[in-house]
C-alpha cells in the first residue's frame, strides 16, 4: 500500500507528493489520505522543507477522485459503512490541511482531474493546467454531491457557474478551469517536464521562496492555446442558473431554444433528482462560507448519502455493471420534496437510522 503515494525531499529544500496508483488514475484511498495527512504534519514543521510539489506518476491524469467502488460496499455491513465514514473524514481533514499549509504547495493538474483530485488540489497554492486537463466535479453522474469543499471554491467560480459545473458535471479544459479560478497558470505538456526539473535546480534553502517560484513559474507560462469556451455563455448561464430552484432552472432553459440550453436542459435531467436538490441547497447554503465550514457540511451531508438507496444505485450504474441505466427510486424532480432535501443536512437524521 505504501508506494501508491510517493513522498521525496531533496537537499534544495523541494519536496514531492506523487500519487501512484495509475491502474486507477491515482483515485484516492484512506490509506494514501491519510499518508499524505502524515507526510503534510511532518513537513510542516520540518524547516529544511521550502516548498512541496503535488503531482502523479503516467500520463493518464492528476487523480480521477476518490475510490467510489469501496463506497459500494458501505451498503452491505456496519463495518464497511464505517470504513466508508472514515474516508470521508481524512480526505476533508487532508483537503483543509491542504489550504492551511503555511509553505508554497504547486499542485500539476495535468490530465484528467475530478472529485477528490479537485479537492485535495484546490487550495494549493500554485495550480497549474496543462493542455491534457481534463477539469470535472462528476459526482452527479452518480447519484451523488460535489463534496470535498465544493460549495466554497464553486461559488468563487465567475456569476453562476459554479452551479452549472456541479448540476450539469460538465468537463472543462485548460481555458475554462482559469477563468473559474480552479487553476493559477498554464505550461504547455512539452514545457512541464522542464518546469519540473528546473524546480530541483534552485536551491530553495537560499532564495525568498515566493519570489524565486514567481519568477520560475512565468519563466515557462503561458496562455493558453484556446480561448474559454464558458465566457462565451457566461449570460446564459447566469440568466438560467440564477433561479433558486432546480425546477426554476429547467423551465428556463425550457424558453430558451438554443444549442446550449438543450443541450444542459439534457444533461440535468439525466442525474438523479435527489442529488440536483441536495446538491443546489448545498451551494446556496455554501455562499459565503469558510472551506472549514463547508466541509464540515459535507461531512454530514456525505454521511446521510451512505443511508441514500440512489447514491449505490448511481454507482452500480456507472462503475459496477456499466449500463448507464440507473433506476432511482425518486425519478422525478417533483418526487423531492424540501422535507427529503433537508434531512441531508441534519445529524439528527444520521443517529435515527443507526
Same mark, same amino acid.
Given at each position: 500500500?505504501s508506494?501508491?503515494?510517493?513522498?521525496?525531499?531533496?537537499?534544495?529544500?523541494?519536496?514531492?507528493?506523487?500519487?501512484?496508483?495509475?491502474?486507477?488514475?491515482?483515485?484516492?484511498?484512506?490509506e494514501?489520505?491519510?499518508a499524505?495527512?502524515?507526510?503534510?504534519?511532518?513537513?510542516?514543521?520540518?524547516? /529544511?522543507?521550502?516548498?512541496?510539489v503535488?503531482?502523479?506518476s503516467?500520463?493518464?491524469?492528476?487523480?480521477?477522485?476518490?475510490d467510489?467502488?469501496t463506497l459500494?460496499?458501505a451498503?452491505? =455491513?456496519?463495518?464497511?459503512?464505517?470504513?466508508?465514514?472514515?474516508?470521508?473524514? /481524512?480526505?476533508?481533514?487532508?483537503?483543509?490541511?491542504?489550504?492551511? +499549509?503555511s509553505?508554497?504547495?504547486?499542485?500539476?493538474?495535468?490530465?484528467?482531474?475530478?472529485?477528490?483530485?479537485?479537492?485535495?488540489?484546490?487550495?494549493?497554492?500554485y495550480?497549474?493546467?496543462t493542455?491534457?486537463?481534463?477539469?470535472?466535479m462528476?459526482?452527479?453522474n452518480?447519484?451523488?454531491f460535489?463534496?470535498?469543499?465544493?460549495?466554497?471554491f464553486?461559488?468563487?467560480?465567475?456569476?453562476?457557474?459554479g452551479?452549472?459545473l456541479?448540476?450539469? @458535471?460538465?468537463?472543462?479544459?485548460?481555458?475554462d478551469v482559469?477563468y473559474?479560478?480552479?487553476?493559477?497558470?498554464?505550461?504547455s505538456k512539452?514545457?512541464?517536464?522542464?518546469?519540473l526539473?528546473f524546480?530541483?535546480?534552485v536551491?530553495?534553502?537560499?532564495?525568498?521562496?515566493?519570489? @524565486?517560484?514567481?519568477s520560475?513559474i512565468?519563466?515557462?507560462?503561458?496562455?493558453?492555446p484556446?480561448?474559454?469556451?464558458?465566457?462565451?455563455?457566461?449570460?446564459?448561464?447566469?440568466?438560467?442558473?440564477?433561479?433558486?430552484?432546480?425546477?426554476?432552472?429547467?423551465?428556463?432553459?425550457?424558453?430558451? @431554444?438554443?444549442?446550449?440550453?438543450?443541450?444542459t436542459?439534457?444533461?440535468?435531467?439525466?442525474?438523479?433528482?435527489?442529488?440536483?436538490?441536495?446538491?443546489?441547497?448545498?451551494?446556496?447554503?455554501?455562499?459565503?462560507?469558510?472551506? /472549514?465550514?463547508?466541509?464540515?457540511r459535507?461531512f454530514?451531508?456525505?454521511?446521510?448519502?451512505?443511508?441514500?438507496?440512489? +447514491?449505490?444505485?448511481?454507482? /452500480?450504474?456507472?462503475l459496477?455493471?456499466?449500463?448507464?441505466?440507473?433506476?432511482?427510486?425518486?425519478k422525478?424532480? =417533483?418526487?423531492v420534496?424540501?422535507?427529503?432535501v433537508?434531512?441531508?443536512?441534519?445529524?439528527?437524521?444520521i443517529?435515527?437510522?443507526?
Open positions: 500500500m508506494d501508491q503515494v510517493l513522498f521525496s525531499q531533496e537537499e534544495n529544500g523541494l519536496a514531492s507528493i506523487t500519487l501512484n496508483r495509475p491502474e486507477a488514475i491515482h483515485s484516492l484511498n484512506y494514501m489520505l491519510d499524505i495527512g502524515v507526510k503534510l504534519k511532518e513537513w510542516e514543521q520540518d524547516e /529544511r522543507v521550502h516548498l512541496v503535488l503531482k502523479s503516467g500520463d493518464k491524469g492528476f487523480c480521477a477522485g476518490g467510489i467502488k459500494y460496499e451498503q452491505k =455491513s456496519e463495518e464497511a459503512m464505517q470504513r466508508a465514514v472514515a474516508f470521508f473524514k /481524512r480526505e476533508y481533514e487532508v483537503d483543509e490541511m491542504v489550504y492551511t +499549509f509553505k508554497p504547495i504547486i499542485a500539476i493538474l495535468d490530465g484528467i482531474v475530478m472529485g477528490g483530485g479537485v479537492g485535495l488540489s484546490y487550495g494549493a497554492d495550480r497549474i493546467v493542455d491534457k486537463t481534463k477539469w470535472a462528476p459526482e452527479m452518480i447519484g451523488f460535489p463534496d470535498v469543499g465544493a460549495a466554497y464553486l461559488n468563487q467560480a465567475p456569476g453562476y457557474t452551479r452549472y456541479a448540476l450539469t @458535471a460538465s468537463v472543462i479544459k485548460a481555458a482559469l473559474c479560478e480552479a487553476a493559477d497558470y498554464y505550461i512539452e514545457s512541464l517536464d522542464d518546469f526539473v524546480l530541483t535546480t536551491d530553495w534553502n537560499q532564495k525568498a521562496v515566493e519570489g @524565486a517560484l514567481q520560475a512565468q519563466k515557462f507560462a503561458s496562455p493558453p484556446e480561448d474559454s469556451g464558458l465566457r462565451l455563455v457566461q449570460e446564459e448561464i447566469d440568466n438560467h442558473f440564477s433561479n433558486t430552484s432546480v425546477e426554476g432552472i429547467v423551465q428556463s432553459l425550457d424558453q430558451s @431554444a438554443t444549442p446550449f440550453t438543450e443541450k436542459r439534457e444533461s440535468i435531467l439525466s442525474k438523479s433528482p435527489c442529488s440536483l436538490k441536495v446538491t443546489l441547497q448545498q451551494l446556496k447554503d455554501g455562499e459565503g462560507k469558510s472551506i /472549514r465550514e463547508c466541509l464540515d459535507d454530514t451531508i456525505a454521511k446521510n448519502f451512505l443511508l441514500h438507496d440512489d +447514491f449505490y444505485e448511481g454507482i /452500480r450504474s456507472v459496477i455493471d456499466k449500463d448507464h441505466r440507473p433506476d432511482y427510486r425518486y422525478r424532480l =417533483s418526487d420534496d424540501d422535507r427529503l433537508e434531512r441531508f443536512f441534519t445529524e439528527e437524521n443517529a435515527s437510522r443507526k
